[in-house]
């Protein structure tokens, strides 16, 4: 088998990398190792940039996510019993955030693949790489029984933290950055209404908590656990009340309670892999970096991964230059650190650390309130929040200015 683009992994990365090289007219093949249905099952993250929104839009998958996505002006802080908002759309001259599921981005793409009639193989065994160096790169797996090799021009590692991908690179050639956390994420989905209308990111004394959703009907809550429980050591009870306690009292009483659909835990961990492009392999998406989920930017690092390795193989196919595949790593990198900073300070900010001192929780009281009563400081965070813009030659540049030309208010 020949193709232009190899893709392993068929997670948003993958899918969306694929359905914008198929409208462009280049050849790809997407090597996944579970089946479609297993996929489509996973429940993850749920908070778009306007970034990934406009792409999702240039690649023609829209639709649904025009319908029925939830645009959010603003989102909250609650801290010391208190709710306090921040506007995003005023804070960053507006822009804002759209709430729609992960499980319905990867939906929407798995549809579109298959109007296009591109090819995905699922349940994909033994992916392995080779000559990634070379000018001739292969894929080899086993489908169906039968041991198989796909030649292509190029290899998009599209295959998460724990694909096959980044392990081809030779190891003297990759540097990894990582910070792993003391305490995990219990998640719980249910068919009930959200608490809040917008997003709201808790400290307490007891740990974090956040009220999320992925529609008007079904709310996705998390709080803040040690490493060691397990999810189904919780009851549903038991989760609700210990989110009640750690919620300010009017969001506290308007909890909607349910069975759940799914509960789990995840572990927060911060990764970067470098470079994300050795010979013809490209890495995207958790392929090459990770971010605990506080600023909800694992998703929209994918995207824009894509975005940049996109232009980069159209400028290839189309124009015959090199220039984005050679500025692919720098370029994706000079973005994933900035998530990666902003996604690191507010797990610091918000969660309860083993062993903090007095004065640790102290700073951290007074950078909240410094947050909500000072403009700058908030629309530090709602800028960061609602996604840096995607430009930038090796770095990302200077940032935009407000859209409306203005400064940040209170300037
Ligand atoms: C439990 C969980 C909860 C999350 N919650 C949030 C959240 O609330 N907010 C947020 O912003 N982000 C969240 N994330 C992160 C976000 O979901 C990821 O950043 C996003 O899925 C990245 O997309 P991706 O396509 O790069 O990787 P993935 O979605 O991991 O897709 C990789 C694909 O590659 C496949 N694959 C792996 N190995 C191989 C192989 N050897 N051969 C072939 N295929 C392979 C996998 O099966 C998978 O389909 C969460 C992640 C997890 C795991």
Known sequence: MRTQVAIIGAGPAGLLLGQLLSRAGIDNVILERRSCAYVLSRIRAGVLEQGMVDLLREAGVSDRLDREGLVHEGVNLAFGGVLHRLDLKRLTGGSTVTVYGQTEVTQDLVEARRALGRPTVYEAEEVALHGIDTAAPRVSFRANGTQQELRCDFIAGCDGYHGVSRGAIPAGA?????????????????????????????????????????????????????????????????????????????????????????????????????????????????????????????????????????????????????????????????????????SWWMTGLLHRFPGSSAFEDRMQQAELDYLVSSPAASAALAENYVGLPYHGEAGIGPLQPFRDGSGPPGR
């Open 174 to 342: 990759l540097a990894t950055f990582e910070r792993v956390y003391p305490f995990g994420w219990l998640g719980l989905l249910v068919d009930r209404p959200p608490a809040a209308e917008e997003l709201v990111y808790a400290r307490h004394e007891r740990g974090f908590a956040l009220c999320s959703m992925r529609s008007a009907a079904r709310s996705r809550y998390y709080l803040q656990v040690p490493l060691e429980e397990r999810a189904e050591d919780w009851t549903d009870e038991a989760f609700y009340d210990e989110l009640r306690l750690r919620l300010p009292a009017e969001v506290a009483a308007a909890l909607r309670t349910g069975p759940a659909l799914e509960k789990s835990i995840a572990p927060l961990r911060s990764f970067v892999a470098e470079p994300m492009r050795f010979g013809r392999l490209f890495l995207a998406g958790d392929a090459a970096h990770i971010v605990p989920p506080t600023g909800a930017k694992g998703l929209n690092l994918a995207a824009s991964d894509v975005r940049y390795l996109f232009d980069a193989l159209r400028e290839h196919y189309r124009d015959g230059s090199d220039a984005g595949i050679a500025a692919y790593s720098a370029r994706a990198l000079a973005r994933v650190w900035k998530a990666e900073r902003f």
